[in-house]
């Protein structure tokens, strides 16, 4: 088999969708961790952190681009899968029902298409909200930094804004309750004991993605806002 | 005890591959609670021939679970809601008096329907015939313990070879996926060292011949492994993708 | 016709390489130039299409499930015999062959048995090689268990699914040929007749029973490997589509039926509930390794069979048989389980069943222990019968099984037609009256890969590889005769549906053919069956059309087969005035009750010869000549 035959196959395509999940996964929980700074009062360390990665120079360029092209690949493919999986059954049923027991299906197993959009569309629009959002500037320990801990401050004083991010973030909980440990599936890593604490910390990782996530503009938001 | 109910069934008639199918209700009376699912059918076919009507197609062979023949889903499940049943041992205990049950054919685009409920699997010969065998030719064997496999490795092997091929796990996929069949047989073969040798080729050939049936992508619902008869684990799936994975580093 | 069985000179043990040696080869480049048309991909069929096909024939198989991986050998639970000796208990070839042609009541070919025997333990390491996953020891070598009261451990299995692993091998040997393009498979195709040419069969005619459609297939040999005809009976534990016209078919151009009357009635299967039943199902007879059977000893007792104390409860098996007690061979215990039935002291809402008791078991090995050895079982009983058996006695009753006899074939597997060979159940060659447990995978596999292999060759090789053609007359006769007989079906437009038929045979079967026969009561069936045929073809209703997929079409077709069968069964048990194996005539038995083999009279296959629509078949004997066994009267007392 020549190695590019992978990505034509149902499996290969899985297997992408699996690592560039797994990828943005890890991304997002350290994404959370760094943004817990956020939870605290003095802005200087956020701003401070944010600054240092700003700083890596080329380094954090490869790093977005390899988040962007994964996050590209992980659409185009599961766009590609959903489409020739519903290709898969043309005529369907009159009525279907879960039998229940082993299986996951549920909301997040039929929803991950949607989620994913929404989700993508999100990404680009957190993008222009902070990434590229407004701009302020101040001085710390005698260097001009970008006071980025202010514009998602000024952000979530409106609770419009957090409205929108607990319904995203509750969405992003709800994809990574069955992409986290469905990413380990793909990619054939079963055990009997390795796969139900997958799911387990698949589960873990989702609820505390979708708090810290939910509870950042909360917090933000019954705290007053930028102060 | 015995007792007998009347139930309304609503079922998918379709006359012929290319025809247009449509659901047709029939009241069954007196159903005795003892008699499958299928055998409940067959009177309902009797009615039907006396009163000068087509019967209602059903395949079904064996009827004791294990040739895998026959499928039907029932109230859209796959083999009805008994756990670990195929529809020839499903009975009519589990139904109660007055029950509305609807029957529909396995659906999927690799299992087209040949009428009513009948539908083609030959889609699975196929990917069998792609390479799930061990090349060995009669009479070439060695003596059979010659090769000792570790007990829990034929144990494992012996659960996945127990699938009876019906197509429920296709039947109830959401992507109409056969993953769990394939799976099943990859890793039947290759958990034994006589299916090792071959064990990168059958996979490349029978997940190309599987992709090349337009079944569906598993996504990890699990719903196959809920409605096999006989409960086979996903874990077939995930040890497929190793060896699809290991084979593409050969 | 003489019957010609061309059994080798020679002793007994060098009889199968003396053979091998003797018959003709085809060349390899030549093999390519024939085909071979396999009917039926059960154990034998498709070990047969995949070997012919490795050996460079090319080969059509044909079977009438969706899958040739769905024919009814899926089903046999227990396990195959070989005479491996890993055990090391002191089993051999000749300790296999003796048991086999004992427990067959002497009335099998001490050649072919042997022959099976010999080849038993190739098979062991073709399934092994082709990955059937067998039982194991914790070392990694196979295991063996004891079965149907052996007093060797020689039977390989793999959990209770034993059938289902080696036809799956088969099935997977046969399917790499068809990867291999050197064999076509024809799946939901009814074969409906037999060609024959110049006096050689040249191929057959099938139904495609999803389009209706008639299509005809040529070939340089034909093989028949279509299984048995329990399902005479109506209700048996065979597959519902289980059937014998493609044997019948064949009879009725030429090819000898043998031993019709030798029927299997199996001990333990579930029994009846109601007039809708469709089929029965098989317990393994393992059960009766733990299990013990008893009904009341007073008539009508309702009690259920927790409240019935041990002194009110006849072991009949155990009181009769006090050596062998639970463990008697199926044909005895079968019998008894009728008897007590017919004294009036069956059990259940029926009457017709007794208790296979596992309470004793449970207190002295634990419910565990008894849940490792049957768990699947108990698990299939309950979801039948709704009933707990490790809280209530399980109830069982015999149900018909497997057919020993079968169309006639000498050791070559060649029926009295040159140029068809018939294999596995379809054929009456290894198992005399009565087939032991975990044989019948052993024979039908060692017909398949070890004897048609090589004995086919030597009617190829003196068979002109000519090009094949469908256009014939012998072809367009068959197809006529078959269209004809679709349309008569279809025409009459009566008022009773075929399985209304079919039960009322069974009921007939069942009362005069079944587990023990008398001249008065097949007497009687020689007389209701030709009635009720009459009344089918005057009175059947077949709905639907020929041109697509008609299950009741198709089962009208082989009910009017087995209407002509069935009789035949009658007079082939008619004319066997003894009793011997699965075959018990009430007339022929010891002081105790015991079946009472007449050796003077008897030793010999009854061959039935058709000579044509509504005239009796003859009669041709062939003589069993035992020179290495002597022949003893059965006992277990």
Redesign the interface.
Known sequence: MRFSQIFSSTIGKKLILGITGLMWATFIVIHLLENLLLLNPDPDPFNKWAHTLISLGPIIYVAELVLVLSLLFHIFYAVRVTWENNRARSISYVKTAGKGGVSKRGLATSSMIYTGILLFIFIVLHLLHFKYGSYYEYEVGGVVIRDLYRTVHEYFSDPLNVTYYIVMMSLLGLHLSHGVWSAFQSLGLNGPRFTPLMTKIGTGIAVFVAIGFIGIPLFVLLTGGAA | M?KTINLKLKIWRQ??PDAKGELVSYDVKDV?T???F???L??L??D???K????V?F???????????CGIVINGIPHGQ?KA?TVC?L?M?HFKDGETVLLEPWRAKAFPV??DL?V???A??RI??????????????????I?????PD??L??DM??C??CGACVAACPNASASLFVGAKIS??SL?P??RIEAATRVQNMVAQMDAELFGACTNIQECEAVCPKEISISAIARMRREYVKAAFK | MTLDSKIPAGPLAQKWDAHKAAIKLVNPKNKRKYTVLIVGTGLAGA?AA??LA?LGYHVKSFCI??????A?S??AQGGINAA?N?PNDNDSIWRLFYDTIKGGDYRSREANVYRLAQVSN?I???????????????????ANRSFGGAQVSRTFY??G?TG??LL?GA???L??Q??AGMVE?F?RREMLDLVVEDGHARGIVVRNL?TGELESYAGHAVVLATGGYGNVFYLSTN???SNATAAWRSHKRGAMYANPCYTQIHPTCIPV??D????L??MSESLRNDGRVWVPRKKGDKRPPAEIPDEERYYYLEERYPSFGNLVPRDVASRNAKQVCDEGLGVG?TGLAVYLDFADAIREFGEQTIRERYGNLFD?YE??T?ENPYKVPMRIYPAVHYTMGGLWVDYNLMSTIPGLYVAGEANFSDHGANRLGASALMQGLADG??VL?YTINDYLAGVKADKLHTESDAFKEARNAVTERVNKLLAVKG?K?V??IHRELGHIMWNYVGMARNKEGLEKALQEIPKLREEFWSNI?V??SDK?????LEQAGRLADYLELGELMARDALNREESCGGHFREESQTEEGEAKRNDEEFSYVAAWEYLGEDKIQALHKEELVFENVKLTQRSYK
Not at chain 2, 59 to 65: F, P
Not at chain 3, 126 to 136: D, E, L, M, N
């Open positions: 015995e006359s012929a005795s003892e008699m499958s299928l055998e409940m067959d009177v076919n009797e039907l021939t006396k000068g009507e087509e019967p197609e395949d079904s062979d064996c009827r004791e679970g294990i040739c895998g023949t008994e049943t041992q009975h205990r040949i009428k009948v083609d699997r030959s699975f010969d069998i015939s792609a390479g799930g065998y061990i090349s060995t030719k009669t009479g070439s064997a060695p003596d059979a313990n090769i000792a496999v570790p007990k034929a144990e092997a012996m070879a127990a009876i091929g039947q073969l034994l006589q299916g | 070990s995949a070997s490795e499930q969706d899958s040739p991986r769905r009814h899926i089903a491996k890993y190739n062991i390491d073709q399934a092994t090689a082709q990955g059937v996953p067998f039982a194991r020891e914790y070392g990694g070598n196979l793999a959990r699914q289902q692993q799956l099935y997977s040997a399917m790499r068809v990867d498979i799946s999803v597959a519902v589509n509930s109601g809708h039943q469709s089929k199902t098989l809402t299939m979801k039948i709704d890969y070890f292999p008022k549906t399985r209304e209703n709905t639907g697509n997929l008609n299950k009741a």
